[in-house]
């Protein structure tokens, strides 16, 4: 067992050399069958912070590379994981091990799945992080004797440091879907990287999306707050999914508005011209989403967007204790004062000229030259030549 002495060691000193929860498991379980412990699954279960996924799964077989696999909230819930051995493990914090050779109908379906594919015994084990949060691994043998107790006895001695290793990779994501959720992933790597002194700002070019509801303070004013809350939530649904899906980032959400950007790197024409084009497909494929939402909803709702494209200022503003990690700049205030102009020449869809200039002829018309509040000149706006008027 001296391998898996060692092995002991390496997850003591924090994993070094292992820069993903992948490469521990395989680690885990390579040293673990070369100290002659006959393991031919290995499989780690941790929960995690994240608006839609609950935990991740990671499954290593030999000669095959670590699978990661998401569980959502609706799957954590359902009898098929919260009865199965190892949400078994997860209630009650007490490790889980069955023979396989004698199974009955009864036995969870996971339990048969393993006896069909020839292996002959399974144990859970808990991983218990210092929150006393409970997560799980399991090891499972096709040997015929199955696992002898010195050999469980050298992998429950691997918890404790196994713990410390997992609780920190779980730290470091969760920190990591923390930032993605609040500010937007561009904005969370910045943030992870050091990017958090108070002025630590870079100028960058993008397309900018701005949009905000029709009517919102008529609408907020006949409805219960929970009401609203809802409304906004599948408005913002409507959108974000279909800028996330084109490259675009959704920096903030301003009320009932919604900022975004596509970042484009400097003097890249065709990448500007690609941009535009996507965010003018996010625009279509938004209101898409609009119109399916409408046709089921009671209340109708509608919103306006503007696009345009320019330099903005990129990164923290605040006060010295609490920062916002954010865009600002004349090419974001004219993106918010375009689409005070949606409502006025009744387009859902309004851009600059700027942005104009990077869109292939066939996709936007000229709507005229308008005086915007706080923007020097009249400015020459354009619109989708098969705009809806009331999307």
């Not at 484009?264 to 209101?287: N, Q």
């Amino acid at each position: 067992m001296d391998r898996m002495a060692a092995l002991f060691e390496w997850l003591l000193d924090g994993a070094p050399g292992a820069s993903s929860a992948p490469q521990v498991v395989e680690r885990l379980a390579l040293d673990a069958r070369a100290a002659e412990i006959p393991i031919d699954r290995v499989a780690v279960f941790v929960t995690t912070l994240h608006p839609s996924i609950v935990g991740r799964a990671f499954y290593w077989r030999p000669g095959v590379p670590v699978r990661v696999a998401e569980l959502s909230a609706q799957a954590q819930k359902s009898d098929a994981v919260r009865l199965s051995p190892v949400g078994e493990v997860w209630r009650t914090g007490v490790e889980f091990r069955r023979r396989l050779h004698d199974l009955t109908p009864a036995d969870h379906a996971t339990l048969r799945e393993l006896a069909a594919e020839n292996y002959s015994d399974f144990v859970v084990l808990p991983i218990v992080f210092t929150t006393g949060q409970v997560h799980a691994i399991s090891f499972a043998t096709q040997h015929a004797d199955g696992f002898a107790e010195a050999q469980l006895a050298a992998l429950r001695r691997l918890l404790r440091p196994l713990a410390r290793v997992t609780e920190i990779f779980a730290l470091r994501r969760i920190a990591s879907n923390l930032l993605d959720t609040y500010v937007g992933h561009s904005a969370g790597e910045r943030i992870l990287a050091g990017r958090i002194s108070r002025g630590d700002i870079e100028t960058i070019r993008a397309v900018v999306w701005f949009s905000d509801l029709r009517g919102f303070t008529e609408i907020a004013a006949q409805q219960a707050p929970r009401e609203t809350i809802d409304m906004l939530n599948e408005l913002f649904e409507c959108q974000v999914p279909a800028i996330e899906a084109r490259g675009g980032e959704v920096l903030k959400f301003i009320g009932d508005g919604l900022l975004a950007i596509f970042p484009v790197p400097e003097v890249d024409t065709d990448m500007a011209a690609a941009r535009s084009v996507a965010a003018l497909d996010a625009v279509d494929a938004a209101f898409a989403a609009l119109a399916v939402r409408n046709a089921a909803a009671a209340r109708e709702i509608r919103f306006g967007v503007a696009l345009h494209v320019g330099e903005i200022a990129y990164g923290n503003i605040g006060g010295a204790s609490r920062l916002d990690f954010t865009a600002i700049g004349a090419a974001i205030n004219l993106a918010a004062r375009l689409e005070g102009l949606t409502a006025r020449v009744g387009r859902s869809l309004v851009v600059s000229e700027d942005f104009a200039a990077h869109v292939p002829a066939g996709r936007l018309e000229e709507l005229g030259a308008f005086e915007l509040k706080g923007v020097p000149g009249p400015q020459r706006v354009f619109g989708a030549i098969t705009a809806d008027r009331e999307h």
